[in-house]
């Protein structure tokens, strides 16, 4: 079932239809939007900015980039913070329909990119405390010890990424009288 949304061009405009199937081919991701007259496009990551739509109530954002020689299509979960945190998903057929559920964890990599920096790194489940704990132990090294404790482990990614735009984000400071 396509979902009311949006696809962003290169140049920022929004072009506003329906988003349906995205698919995961081996050098490039797709997505199917449909546009107001009900034509149906299948455009690939390397060719739009991104999309969103809206399913059951929850905003789903997704940017493209280019990845270890492919293009993707990657969830925003945290944008224009210390961290910025985008996932990339894959369930056992390569590809899904949104659903408005939970993601599909069997085969899921966050991407991360600290202070606005060019490169992302890819943070999985192997080796998923000695990564990130040497991505933040410089800048947060009280977060970066409690790495794999209960409450900082792979699936709560999100919320550690949470964390860190908290304890990094300067607060204001009060103004005199």
């Known amino acids: 079932m396509p979902w009311p949304g949006y696809i962003m ?3 920022g405009k929004q072009l506003t239809g329906h988003i349906g199937l995205m698919q995961h081919q081996a050098r490039t991701s797709t997505v199917v939007f449909i546009n107001g007259f009900g034509d149906v496009y299948e455009i690939e990551a390397e060719r739009i900015k991104g999309f969103a739509f809206e399913a059951n109530g929850a905003l789903f954002a997704f940017e493209s980039k280019a990845l270890q020689q492919a293009h993707r299509y990657l969830r925003i979960l945290h944008k ?3 961290m910025e945190l985008f996932v990339l998903t894959y369930d056992s057929n390569m590809s899904w329909g949104f659903t408005g559920q939970a993601l599909p964890i069997e085969q899921r990599s966050y991407w ?11 943070i999985s489940r192997w ?11 410089y800048t947060a090294p009280a977060l970066a010890e409690k790495i794999g404790q209960k409450g900082y482990r792979f699936d709560d990614m999100p919320a550690i990424a949470e964390i860190y735009n908290q304890l990094l984000t300067p607060k204001p400071k009060p103004t005199e009288l």
């Open 9 to 11: 061009s290169k140049n």
């Open 80 to 82: 224009n913070g210390p």
């Open 112 to 122: 991360v990119r600290l202070n606005s920096q060019k490169e992302m790194v890819k």
């Open 127 to 137: 080796g998923f405390r000695r990564r990130l704990r040497r991505l933040i132990g």
